[in-house]
């Protein structure tokens, strides 16, 4: 029998500010992290958590990463030594493009200087592993520790490759999450020529004026343990992560599936891993990018995962309050979902305010609410279940489901 | 124009990059790369840093076997006599 997988500590830096409850209370209400067109992470400082020399050693995505685990590993009582043998914990941070600012750095450094003076850290700053490797030897995690890639998906991937490790018995515990800083002149000019970035500057998923996504840079990590290990050492979870569902569109490079099928299949494999109906689901995190595509097909998945449900279910977005994380997205928002659990307050979809034609699910457009429980007819009590989307693109679909511990 | 090498020019400017990666401790002549916590991908930084200022080149070779700061000062003072 595999086992059951408990959140025991989160940590975030995202443009709402440092930490992962900073994040939820000030979505909830209603304040907004993007400025000028994109989201950054004006507040962190990364000398606050690594030493000079180690900062210099670390492209941005990681050590925004490395102030993301402390956070995560004060949370979940870990900060005075890991209570599991550091073969037994593994470490799975998913990332967008890595270190790319170190990369165009290096690049100009070799067009303008030659070879010879490009840099020898060039490499272990911009690799997509960077940030997992961090963590590792930070913090001495000898299991199976990797990077995952799969654009916007890649924080959902990496958090649903650690559950999964532990369920197989081969972790007891799992650092996980997503890390990304990729908002470069290159980035953003790529982005833009493939027509994805809002050119309004404006982040209004669902709503019928959205025009793309703004560009936005953090990073979530998730302490996942063993649930009997992490009962047997007293710990207090955050929520249960109870189901993992993961898909491909395989349809085009970029657009989703305009029948969401990929999306739709991975809401329903989420659920049936988590054995939980459609009835029981009392919010869904949305991907809702703002962008014309994505928030349509994924609109048309939730209606055809959730069945008669769907309309009920309110649906928010926290890209409306932060932007779009890229690889880190998926854990950031899975942390947001966690919390929406905890608190039992589902925050809004910001900036929503025209309906756009067949796009007419609840977006919580009017502010904050409390969480209900399901349609109200399932055997939980008082534990609600909510699931994470996340696609990114190349059609990769990820989907996250936890419930309230 | 690359800066005279003389032992007072080799030891400022190494001892400023040193400080600048961030060395831990205290950066003497006796201190030793482990003592500062200067690894391989140290010393490589601080081979380019040479080559930029005084034009010297050290190859991977020459590095390898520093044990001291001040070792590596009369490295590049030997190299461009």
């Known amino acids: 029998m595999k086992s059951r997988v408990v959140i025991t500590g989160v940590g975030a830096v995202t443009p709402l500010g440092v930490g992962a409850a900073t994040l939820h209370s000030r979505w909830a209400a209603g304040e907004c992290g993007i400025e000028d067109g994109a989201a950054r992470c004006d507040e962190f400082e990364p000398t606050e958590f690594m030493s000079a020399k180690e900062a210099r050693r670390s492209d941005r995505f990681a050590q925004l990463a490395v102030a993301a685990c402390a956070e995560a590993m004060e949370d979940a009582g870990w900060s005075d030594g890991l209570p599991y043998d550091g073969d037994e914990v593994g470490c799975v941070i998913g990332t967008g493009v890595g270190g790319l600012d170190s990369l165009e750095r290096q690049h100009d450094v070799l067009r303008d200087r030659g070879a010879k003076a490009v840099s020898p850290l060039s490499v272990p700053l911009l690799m997509g592993n960077a940030a997992s490797a961090q963590l590792a030897m930070r913090h001495g995690f000898r299991g199976q520790t990797y990077g995952v890639v799969s654009a916007c998906a890649a924080g959902a991937h990496a958090i649903g490759s650690a559950m999964r490790m532990i369920e197989q018995g081969e972790a007891a515990a799992a650092v996980t999450g997503g890390a990304e800083s990729a908002i470069t002149p290159l980035a953003e000019a790529a982005f833009r020529s493939m027509g994805a970035i809002s050119e309004s500057g404006v982040c209004r998923p669902f709503d019928r004026r959205r025009d793309g996504f703004v560009m936005g840079e953090g990073a979530g990590v998730l302490i996942l343990e063993d649930a009997d290990a992490a009962r047997r050492r007293g710990a207090e979870p955050v929520a249960e992560l109870i189901g993992y569902g993961a898909t491909s569109d395989a349809f085009h490079l970029t657009a989703p599936d305009p029948d969401g099928d990929g999306a739709a299949r991975a809401i329903e494999l989420a659920l049936a891993d988590a054995q939980v109906g459609a009835g029981e689901v009392s919010y869904v995190n949305a991907h809702g990018t703002s962008t014309p595509l994505n928030d349509r097909s994924e609109t048309v998945a939730l209606k055809t995962a959730l069945g008669d449900e769907a309309g009920r279910v309110p649906v928010s977005s926290t890209k409306s309050a932060i932007g779009h994380l890229l690889g880190a997205a998926g854990a950031v928002e899975a942390i947001a979902t966690a919390f929406t659990l905890r608190e039992r307050l589902i925050a809004p979809t910001l900036g929503y305010g025209e309906p756009d034609e067949g796009l007419d699910l609840d977006y919580v457009p009017e502010g904050s609410r409390a969480l209900g429980n399901g349609n109200g007819n399932g055997m939980l009590g008082t534990r609600a279940v909510a699931i994470s989307n996340s696609f990114g693109f190349g059609g990769h679909n990820a989907v996250l489901c936890l419930r309230s511990a | ?81």
């Open chain 2, 1 to 81: 124009m690359a800066t005279a090498v003389t032992t007072e020019s080799v030891e400022s400017k190494l001892f400023a990059a040193l400080k600048e990666m961030g060395a831990e401790g205290e950066v003497t002549r006796e201190a030793t790369f482990e003592q500062l916590d200067v690894d391989s991908l140290d010393l490589v930084e601080l081979a380019q840093v040479v080559e930029d200022e005084f034009g010297v080149e050290l190859g991977g070779d020459d590095v390898k076997d520093l044990q001291t700061v001040g070792e590596a000062v009369d490295l590049v003072v030997a190299k461009a006599a």
